[in-house]
């Protein structure tokens, strides 16, 4: 069903807020053959490596095939109301996406596992060569010069709709600067705060739903 254009727009991370934990780091730590993984994560914190420069290197150090990465993340959980996120989404004519700085193969993979029925997914890709990976970034914006998939190009053509999003790290800074209504944690809400934006705190996306239902409750005439 089409969303309607004067509904509000969802927007998601996946990676600690549609899952429980980081999924994406626990395959680099999982299939890295060494430690520097780890000094390009510490480097891409401090801005001294961008996004996209950390994730080339981190994929490309890799030790995996596509059917190890998807055995690996079989057994990964999402958060139990994020379905329930889909069917009001669904139900409301809402359009929800999934923006994430993950891979399109791996996210879609993890919604299949738990019974998600299809939502639509902005994403980095993968191209596997034997045990060898290469990313690929359909979505860098260069006028962005830390993030590897920019999300607040996505908000930004939302204009003049709600643009509502939920997410928990630094990765999202870009999406939730754009946003009219925010939901974050971990290093998002820490940033936020620093820089006196206003968000919602969450910690499972309980609160996301319920807002959302807020949104659909119906005005009873006295």
């Known amino acids: ?18 899952t429980r934990g980081d999924v994406l780091d626990a395959v680099i730590e999982r299939f890295s053959p060494d430690e520097r993984w780890r000094e390009w ?37 999402i958060d139990p109301y994020f379905a329930s996120i889909v069917d009001w989404s669904a139900s409301e004519q809402v359009q929800l996406t999934i923006i994430s700085d993950s891979f ?18 902005l994403a980095n890709e993968l191209a596997f060569f034997g045990d060898r990976v290469e990313a690929i970034f359909p979505y860098r914006d260069p006028s962005c010069p830390r993030c590897a998939h920019c999300k607040g190009q996505h908000l930004r053509r939302a204009l003049g ?15 939730a600067l754009h946003a009219d209504v925010v939901f974050a944690k971990d290093s998002l809400a820490e940033y936020l705060t620093q820089r006196g934006v206003q968000f919602s705190p ?21």
């Not at 490309?60 to 057994?75: G, K, V």
């Not at 399109?104 to 998600?116: H, M, T, W």
């Open 41 to 77: 994560e510490q480097s891409w914190r401090e801005g001294r490596l961008s996004t996209e420069e950390c994730l080339r290197r981190q994929m490309a150090n890799l030790r995996l095939s596509a059917p190890e990465l998807l055995d690996f993340i079989s057994t990964t959980v």
């Open 202 to 222: 969450f910690r499972s996306l309980q609160p996301v739903l319920h807002f959302l239902e807020t949104l659909s409750t119906p005005v009873v005439a006295r």
């Open 161 to 175: 709709r709600t643009r509502i999003f939920v997410g928990d790290g630094l990765s999202d800074i870009c999406a």
């Open 1 to 18: 069903m089409r969303a309607s254009r004067d509904k509000p727009v969802l927007f998601l991370d996946f990676d600690n807020t549609v």
């Open 104 to 121: 399109s193969l791996l996210i879609q993979a993890v919604l299949r596992n738990n019974g998600v029925k299809a939502v639509p997914v």
